[in-house]
């Protein structure tokens, strides 16, 4: 499993506007594409040196597809990543707090230690 | 040499800027006692007349990535440009550029490796919140140069918080022996019990109002002993989980000294987190 891989799919689309619209709408199109493209791209160079090893897991793949922002939680992405890029995606739908609030209520059976972030 | 005439901390919320500027019906309840109770700590800088603001935040995976991540980073620069496409999008913040103060950078780097810190560097680097919105509460004008200072509380594995301290305690000397006769204020902003992403967040107060309590406590009196004796990389997991953020305020109480209690303490309890507001003045600084 990479934590990494998957605070990298988060941090890139979330700066990207135009990805983050990508996302919202066509979550399994969004994830193939960017695992074909993106993953390896290493992001402070040229596209003809970038990594050849970076891929999901079956799990991680499903997760991002499905959107599950608790599961990414349980399997150590990095929470900030997360929540900034789901509240661009879909605060929109729900009045003032509304989204934040139920985000975090999705998620009360969790308790500490909670899982390790570490990259 | 130059005089450290202010050291300040606090907390950096990044929905201030919007409160305080929304009117009507979008105006927040708390809006009106915010402001009051920045305005009388934007007061506490104005008084000590800086000509030169150190700042320390850290970063939010805005510059500084997974890919090549830094513990501590000072800037070097001539500009900064602030805020990002996230932090316009969420916080409604400004897009800001700051003058940067290269000479204090510069002597900061030097010694501050000379003294047993291994300081990344960056020429080219956009700050963001955890640097504006001090700015924004501050020094609005935004008219003084800046040496931004990052530190690494959110990427883990994370420098013990005795580190923090001890970098404080360095930059002061640093600023105190840097050749110029300017007065310098040192700014640092980090997080009291602080939840993201998780299932304590944005609830009525902070996650963890006993831990804001003695946290504010131990900053008002300076007591890094207490707080050292107690804090560690694993127990600040248990009051949210980004406190870690906490030891920013670590680091500055190291900048104000073992044992100084804060000249003005102020805080403000809001729902998802408490706010909170400190400043001391070294000997002299008022003359």
């Not at chain 1, 402070?44 to 090893?53: A, L, M, Q, R, V």
């Not at chain 2, 963001?128 to 003084?144: F, K, N």
């Not at chain 2, 022996?177 to 640092?188: K, Q």
């Not at chain 2, 804001?212 to 890094?224: H, M, P, S, T």
Request: charged content about 25%; glycine content about 6%.
């Amino acid at each position: 499993m990479s934590k990494y891989l998957l605070d990298k799919f988060l941090f890139t689309v979330d700066r990207d506007p135009a990805l983050v619209e990508r996302y919202r709408d066509d979550p399994a199109g969004t994830v193939t594409w960017w695992e074909a493209e993106e993953a390896n791209r290493i992001l402070n160079c040229t596209t003809d040196e970038k990594s050849t090893w970076l891929a999901f897991t079956d799990e991680e793949r499903d997760v991002l597809v499905r959107q599950d922002h608790v599961r990414l939680f349980e399997m150590g992405a990095h929470p900030f990543l997360t929540l900034t890029l789901f509240i661009a995606m879909f605060e929109r739908d729900h009045g003032p707090l509304e989204y934040q609030i139920a985000y975090g209520k999705a998620m009360e059976h969790i308790t500490l230690p909670y899982p390790d972030i570490a990259t | 040499m130059a005089q450290v005439v202010a050291v300040i901390a606090s907390t950096h919320h990044p929905f201030y800027y919007r409160a305080s500027t929304s009117t009507g019906a979008d105006r927040p309840p708390f809006a009106d006692e915010w402001v009051s109770k920045i305005e009388t700590f934007r007061e506490t800088l104005t008084r000590a007349r800086p000509d030169v603001l150190v700042m320390v935040g850290s970063d939010h995976f805005h510059q500084l990535w997974l890919d090549n991540m830094p513990q501590f980073l000072v800037g070097k620069a001539p500009h900064y440009d602030a805020n990002w496409h996230n932090e316009e999008r969420e916080f409604g913040l400004p897009r800001m550029t700051l003058a940067g103060e290269e000479d204090l950078s510069q002597h900061i780097l030097r010694n501050g490796l000379d003294a047993g810190f291994d300081l990344a560097f960056s020429n080219e680097l956009r700050i963001d919140h955890s640097i504006t919105c001090p700015i924004i509460t501050l020094r609005p004008e935004h008219d003084l140069p800046i040496v931004p200072i990052y530190t690494n509380i959110f990427a883990p594995p994370l420098p013990q918080p005795k580190r923090f301290v001890e970098l404080g305690r360095t930059i002061r000397r640093l600023v105190e022996s840097w050749p110029d006769d300017r007065r310098v204020a040192i700014i640092g902003t980090g997080h009291l019990s602080l939840e993201l992403g998780g299932p304590r967040q944005f609830g009525p107060h902070g996650p963890d109002p006993d831990f804001d309590r003695k946290a504010v406590d131990w900053i008002a009196r300076g007591d890094l002993e207490d707080c050292l004796a107690e804090v560690t990389l694993d127990s600040l997991h248990t009051p949210g989980n980004a406190t870690h953020g906490f030891m920013d305020f670590m680091l500055m109480m190291g900048v104000a000294g073992d044992g100084v209690a804060a000249d003005h303490v102020d805080s403000l309890d809001l729902f998802h987190t408490m706010e909170a507001y400190f400043t001391w003045y070294p000997e002299g600084a008022l003359a």
